[in-house]
């Protein structure tokens, strides 16, 4: 910990909204660096948002004829830019971000929002070998939460680390850790609860193109044309669209630049995780070719 603050002291009396406060946080400016265009006025701005209720979310977003979306910036897609936008746009002082990775979002909100948050809990297993590429930057934001005191670190994994939030006390969760249906629905449920009531419920790759039925058709396509060979696995499908689809399916959920968000106060029901709840599925069944050989039957594709 001495160590820590000796790599990165604490700037005193300046503000984390200046650029004085990032000297001698290359890591931590590097990614601000990296994400700077989305900060430029008008870069990430659009005259509509994505609205839907229940299985209207069924495939892509329908998008108005008139609708602008810039081209010019990847990151206004990225959290960096979206959860600074609804920290923005509900005046959020107590943030939790699950799935942190890199920490590509959470410098992004000190540097734009850092005098009006009270606490920003980031919650990441930080498990991989590598840091950016890879997620394995626990010491690098370690070096970060020692100049930034509301910053706080949780290294766990999502929903053991929901078990030590304690309920009713953020103003929004925004969820970006593992993307496929078992997890995010998992996910979803372990947080809402951690939500003030008229907080928000947020998250990222609503609008990824692996979430749609057409990937496990792509999937089912690969097992055929690998069978036979060693080494190949088939490629992951994210269900955060099925999930929430199917869990608040009686609700309204805004979706822009594929991130999804709930506001509290809107969905007093809170999410439904009940099998057959009326929505229309958001996604199709397949089955791998029968493989030969003896106990070799078929077998089904998650979400089944």
């Not at 910036?73 to 959860?83: K, L, P, T, Y």
Request: one cysteine or more; glycine letters at 12%.
């Amino acid at each position: 910990f001495v160590m820590l603050l000796a790599l990165a002291p604490v700037v005193a009396g300046l503000s984390p909204q200046t650029a004085e406060a990032w000297t001698g946080l290359p890591y931590a400016q590097n990614l601000l660096d990296d994400h700077a265009c989305s900060r430029a006025p008008g870069a990430c701005t659009v005259n509509t948002s994505d609205t839907f209720t229940g299985s209207g979310a069924l495939g892509y977003p329908n998008v108005p004829v008139g609708t602008k979306r810039p081209v010019a910036c990847a990151s206004c897609g990225h959290g960096s830019h979206m959860v600074p936008y609804l920290v923005g746009l509900y005046g959020a002082r107590q943030v939790i971000e699950v799935g942190v990775c890199t920490g590509a979002s959470v410098v992004s909100v000190l540097r734009t929002h850092g005098d009006s948050i009270d606490s920003y809990t980031a919650v990441d297993p930080w498990g991989e070998r590598r840091c950016n590429p890879g997620c394995g930057c626990s010491s690098q934001m370690r070096t970060i939460a020692a100049r930034f005191p509301m910053l706080k670190l949780l290294q766990e994994y999502s929903v053991p680390g929901a078990r030590r939030i304690p309920d009713g006390s953020v103003d929004l969760a925004f969820i970006d850790a593992a993307h496929d249906y078992a997890n995010v629905h998992q996910d979803v449920l372990a947080y809402w609860s951690k939500v003030k009531p008229n907080g928000v419920l947020a998250g990222h790759d609503f609008n990824h193109h692996r979430n749609w039925a057409g990937i496990l058709e792509k999937r089912l396509e690969y097992s055929k044309s690998a069978a036979g060979k060693r080494g190949k696995r088939i490629p992951p499908s994210y269900g955060v669209g099925q999930a929430l689809g199917e869990l608040f399916y009686h609700c309204e959920f805004r979706v822009n630049f594929g991130v999804w968000w709930v506001e509290k106060h809107s969905c007093p029901a809170g999410p439904i995780a009940v099998e057959n709840n009326g929505s229309v599925p958001l996604w199709i069944k397949a089955s791998r070719p029968k493989a030969k050989g003896k106990g070799k039957g078929r077998r089904q594709w998650q979400g089944e």
